[in-house]
């Protein structure tokens, strides 16, 4: 773990902005590796879904991470953007509206459904409200599953047209990863932008202390109910996109197990921490695939078959039933050496490891001490 | 002084500029190539230097559920196609001898992960796919096939409304669940009932059966109500209410054992006299336990979704290999999935091609003898059975004093 220490001490003392514009270079250089046979398919089409769990993360990250609201339900909203296209745009119900069109409803409806789920859920603490956001994704799902007229229930909506973008007919790989990176990118923009203004500041004030943030002039429904249908809008976004991107979908894409997942790689990435989330939902989407690309191809190839002495061969080729064991066991270890997360902010770092002596400098205590011997010094 | 700071912040910002500017052009430059990049990438090995003796390999793709809910299928799936693999490779075309090696990737029985494992044995080069598992996962898969012109061929996927989605490259050797639901239906009206329950647990498989089942109880006149409950429920007091001041004399659960069990038990203390029947989703011996006693489930009726192992010409010889190579019962559709494999082989031996198209095309008119007996496809990809695949075909059972029994 010292490693990662020190990488993060690196990226804190580095400029910000070098670490960004290399990941975007790198994001923006990848469909291209594939064009070359660098990387095979499988890889870019596995980038390309991580992106939709990319802006899943960040969009949680706003009311998980910043305003501290453990929210169970996420994927009931991202299932609302996947059933806006689903509908608007197959031979199910027989439309095929613009995709621009049907990108701008996703988000207005998952966000007016984050309004109406939040307004009598947000005024709940806790483990309270993580169950009831817990039972309205569920209830989502339940209704999907049931409203057969338009969902076709547990059948699901097949045969989702490819969007066209102004011309631009979006149905390789390659060019959803690019339209999902530039959501993203603009999704990051703005809620990084927002993180810093008045109400980010709100917001974190709610996550610290409700009652002092309260009677210091932030009103919690308000800012919390933001922090919902702002998030409700960027799974909206990434539903809609992401339904285009499977041509079909059907209710068991949006099981609670879902909800769990994003929530872990905000929590994983780190807390209140717009990079933690990303790299958060790159880490926990990828590991499973190089887990098992690397049991199955990589050691084989360099060792041998035989890459495990003493295990039994047979064992070794079946890797591919292990590797969400190997993939759990990775996820306990991360969990106790390093829980505030791959990139934490410094506040939700400072809160985990209290008594670390590099953010010493910053402690009341030290800062009271310093005080006094200025004092002492004057007198 | 003052110049200097200035001349510090111009230069951070130029330079953020010209790493963003660098950026950019790399991904406009990138971006022309990507679209107008051809799809060259499959004028792979087409050495067709075909002498007399050779030996090639030839990858075959599974795609099943080796973890997740279904593991267990998925088990059966994996074991019965290693087998099959074992046994067909050594197949010739133009003289050259073709071994096969199967490509086995999980895909969790999530339909998101189904195009990711998709791709992954595209990039392999397979040529032909068995699989998916599940229904959800054939659905979301097969865009990413067809597109590629590979051909999958599925065990076990009996959604009625697969083949009817007019992709061209999907088989399945499994019979639809529409030909169950026919033959439940059929079945209770042989039987006499005049008021039938139908109740379904909203799931994918649960609900296509129970849509059939009423299709045909309303084709021959039966008063039908339908009820429904949700996969894991427990208490089902509300149902049995309504089911109770309908008074039917055939209660028909399209669901699972265990959710059919709890129901059952809670039908006959609520005073319940009706014949009780289901699907395959029933048909398990755990379900007197979970009734709370076989009482409760004795003289319940069920059919199944493949064909009776009584009447499969191979099937003795099948279970035994398979008990031989895992230690295992064969579990279900095993037995389907290793015909989907020796399917694609005399597919290949017909076209005299191991290219997807070709086997594509064969598979439409190939008759291949397998374990469950001499199959053939019909236009849409669908198993057909010389003589007709009519609702006769669907074997019945009856609990009997704890176990399921078949029915002559």
Redesign the interface.
């Known amino acids: 773990m010292a490693v990662l220490d020190r990488m993060n001490s690196m990226f804190r003392r580095a ?1 910000r ?2 670490y960004i ?1 290399l990941a ?2 790198f994001a ?2 990848f ?2 590796l594939e ?1 070359y ?1 660098v990387i ?3 890889w870019l ?2 980038g390309t ?1 991580t992106l939709v769990y990319v802006l899943l993360a960040v969009g949680l990250n706003l009311v998980l991470g910043e305003t501290g609201l453990l929210h169970l339900g996420y994927v009931a909203f991202f299932a609302v953007g996947a059933y806006t296209t689903a509908s608007l745009s197959s031979p199910r119900l027989g439309y095929h509206w613009n995709f621009w069109v049907i990108i701008a409803l996703a988000m207005l409806l998952s966000m007016l459904f984050g309004f109406f789920i939040g307004l009598p859920t947000l005024r709940l603490r806790g483990d309270y409200l993580a169950i009831v956001t817990l039972a309205f994704g569920e209830i989502t799902r ?1 209704t999907f ?2 409203w057969e007229s338009v969902t076709n ?4 909506i ?2 989702i047209y490819a969007p066209n973008l102004f011309g631009w007919v979006v149905d ?4 959803f990863f ?1 339209l999902l990176l530039a959501a993203v990118i603009v999704v990051v923009w703005l809620l990084n932008n927002i993180k810093t203004s008045r109400i980010g500041r709100a917001w974190n004030a709610l996550r610290e202390d409700e009652i002092a943030s309260h009677h210091s002039g932030v009103r919690p429904l308000q800012a919390k109910l933001l922090a919902v249908v702002l998030s409700s809008g960027v799974a909206g976004l990434a539903g809609a996109i992401f339904a285009y991107y ?5 209710p ?2 949006f099981l609670f197990m879902q909800s769990t997942i994003v929530v872990c790689m905000v929590v994983l990435g780190g807390m209140g921490s717009i990079p933690g989330a990303v790299i958060g939902a790159v880490v926990l989407d990828t590991t499973p ?1 190089l887990i ?1 690309q690397l049991f199955t191809k990589w050691l084989p190839d360099a060792v041998g078959a035989d890459f495990l002495p003493g295990v039994q061969t047979a064992l070794q080729q ?1 890797f ?2 292990y ?2 064991l190997i993939f759990g066991l990775a996820i306990v270890l991360m969990v106790i050496f390093r829980p505030e997360g791959l990139l934490p902010n410094k506040l939700w770092r400072r809160e985990v490891h209290e008594d670390d002596p590099r953010d010493q400098a910053n402690t009341r205590q030290h800062m009271f001490d310093a005080e006094k011997g200025a004092q002492d010094l004057e007198a | 002084m003052h110049w200097t700071g200035d001349m510090r912040m111009w230069q ?1 910002n130029t330079r ?1 500029v010209l ?2 500017l ?2 950019l052009a ?2 406009v430059s ?2 022309g ?2 679209g107008c ?1 051809d799809d060259d ?1 499959d004028t792979e090995d087409t050495d067709t230097t075909s002498t007399e003796g050779t030996t090639e390999t030839i990858k075959i793709g599974v795609a099943t559920s ?2 997740g809910g279904l593991a267990d299928y998925g088990f059966a799936a994996a074991e019965a196609l290693k087998i099959a693999a074992v046994d067909f490779s050594g197949f010739e075309i133009d003289g050259v001898t073709y071994e096969i090696e199967l490509i ?3 895909d ?1 029985g ?3 992960e189904a ?2 494992v998709a ?2 044995l ?2 392999e080069g397979v040529v032909a796919v068995i699989g998916c598992l599940t ?2 996962n054939t ?2 898969s ?2 990413i096939y067809q597109a590629a012109g590979i051909p999958l061929i599925s065990g076990s996927a009996t ?1 009625p ?1 697969l083949t009817e ?1 007019d992709f061209e490259n999907f088989f399945r050797t499994c019979l639809r669940d529409d030909l169950q639901g026919a033959a439940i239906g059929e079945w209770a009206v042989e039987l006499g009932s005049e008021k039938v329950v139908v109740m379904d647990d ?3 498989y649960s ?2 059966l129970a849509d059939e089942v009423i299709k045909t109880l309303d084709a021959a006149g039966v008063e039908v109500s339908r009820e ?1 409950g ?1 996969e894991g429920d427990v208490d089902f007091s509300a149902q049995v209410n309504n089911i109770k001041a309908f008074a039917p004399d055939t209660v028909i659960f399209t669901g699972y054992h265990r959710e059919a069990g709890l129901l059952f038990k809670q039908l006959v203390e609520a005073g319940v006299e009706a014949q009780f029947m289901g699907g395959d989703g029933i048909k398990s011996n755990d379900i007197g336990d979970e009734a709370g006693g076989a009482e409760n489930v004795e003289g319940a009726l069920c059919t199944f979704g493949g064909f009776a192992q009584e009447n499969m010409p191979g099937y003795t010889a099948f279970a035994d290999a398979f008990m031989a190579a895992t230690g295992k019962e064969a579990g279900p559709y095993a037995e389907n999935n290793y015909d989907a494999l020796g399917a694609v082989v005399a597919a290949m031996q017909l076209a005299g091609s191991t290219e997807g198209a070709d086997i594509i095309d064969a598979l439409h008119e190939v008759e291949y003898d397998g374990v469950q007996g001499a199959l053939t496809f019909d236009s849409i990809g669908d198993v057909a059975v010389p003589g007709g695949g009519g609702t006769e075909l669907i074997p019945r059972f009856e609990y009997k004093s704890g176990v399921w029994e078949f029915i002559e």
């Open positions: 400029p902005w070098t514009a975007l270079a923006l250089i469909p291209v064009q046979g095979e398919t499988l089409r596995l879904r339940i599953n049931n229930g547990p059948g699901g097949p045969g390789k790989p390659g060019e690019y499977q041509q079909f979908i059907n068991t894409y695939e098992r079946d591919d039933r590797r969400m | 951070g953020k790493a963003l660098l950026a790399v991904a990138m971006f190539l990507v990049g990438a080796l973890t086995i990737k999980d969790k999530e339909p998101a195009p990711v791709q992954q595209l990039d229904s959800g659905k979301a097969l865009p959604r409304d989605l909203r799931g994918d609900v296509a429904e949700q």
